[in-house]
C-alpha cells in the first residue's frame, strides 16, 4: 500500500531534550515536506526536500532540522524542544513533474501530535 | 505565511444539501488543490485544478478556479454525514512550497 508513514503517533517530552520524529514513504516520491497544524492557523510549512541531499527552508523553520540522506526517509528533528513547538506535525510527499516542479498532490502521514512540558 | 484563506471558517448543513466553500489566494500560482482532514487525521488529496482550468470535477466534487479574482470554489454535492470534515486550499506557486489556508469546518447533519 503506498503511503507515509510517520513515528511516533504521540510523544510528550520536557524541554531540551533532543527527539526526532521519523517519516518514510514507499512511493519513491522526489519531494518530501514536514508542516505543523496549530487550531486556527492551518498547517505551516516548516522545511521541504527536493530529492536526496537537497532541503531547503519554509515558512517556520526556526528550531527545527531535518536530514534527507535518503529518498524515501526525512526525519524532523528538534534540537532542543520548547514548549510552542507543542503540535500536531505532518510528513507529506509527493511526485514532481518536470519542467514546471508542478505536483500531482500530497499524499500525508498520520500525524504526530508533540507536547513538550 | 498563509497565501489561501477559506471562507466560511464553518459550515453546517442537512443531509442531502450541498455545501460550497471559497478559498482566495494572494499570489499566482501553477496549481490549487483542495484537501479533506477527518478529525486528527492526516490530509486526504481530493483534486487538483491547474491554472490553465476552469472547472474540474471529481465524483460529487466540483471545483471552480477564477485567476483572475485569485479565487477557487469547492462544491459538494448532495452531501453525507461521512463528509463531515476539515476542508483545506492549497496553492502551489511553483516554489516548491505548496502553502494551506486555515480550512472550512463542515457538519452535516443527519
Known amino acids: 500500500e503506498a503511503q507515509v508513514t510517520q513515528n511516533p503517533r504521540y510523544l510528550i517530552t520536557v524541554t531540551g531534550k533532543k527527539l526526532t520524529v521519523t517519516c518514510s514513504q514507499n512511493?519513491?516520491?522526489?519531494?518530501m515536506s514536514w508542516y505543523r497544524q496549530d487550531p486556527g492557523l492551518g498547517l505551516r510549512q516548516i522545511y521541504y526536500s527536493m530529492n536526496v541531499e537537497v532541503t531547503d527552508k519554509g515558512d517556520v523553520p526556526e528550531g527545527y532540522k531535518v536530514s534527507r540522506k535518503e529518498k524515501r526517509n526525512f526525519p524532523l528533528i528538534l534540537e532542543s524542544p520548547s514548549p510552542n513547538q507543542t503540535s500536531l506535525y505532518f510528513c507529506a510527499s509527493s511526485s514532481q513533474a518536470p519542467p514546471t516542479g508542478d505536483n500531482y498532490g500530497y499524499t500525508f502521514g498520520s500525524g504526530t501530535r508533540l507536547t513538550v512540558v | 505565511s498563509q497565501q489561501g484563506e477559506e471562507d466560511p471558517q464553518a459550515l453546517s448543513i442537512q443531509e442531502g444539501e450541498n455545501a460550497t466553500m471559497n478559498c482566495s489566494y494572494k499570489t499566482s500560482i501553477n496549481n490549487l488543490q483542495w484537501y479533506r482532514q477527518n478529525s486528527g487525521r492526516g490530509l486526504v488529496h481530493l483534486i487538483l485544478i491547474r491554472s490553465n482550468e476552469r472547472e474540474k470535477h471529481s465524483g460529487r466534487l466540483r471545483v471552480t478556479l477564477d485567476t483572475s479574482k485569485k479565487s477557487s470554489s469547492l462544491l459538494i454535492t448532495a452531501s453525507r454525514a461521512a463528509d463531515t470534515a476539515s476542508y483545506f486550499c492549497a496553492t502551489d506557486r511553483g516554489d516548491y512550497k505548496l502553502s494551506f489556508g486555515a480550512g472550512t469546518t463542515v457538519t452535516v447533519r443527519a
Open positions: 512511493m519513491n516520491h522526489e519531494y
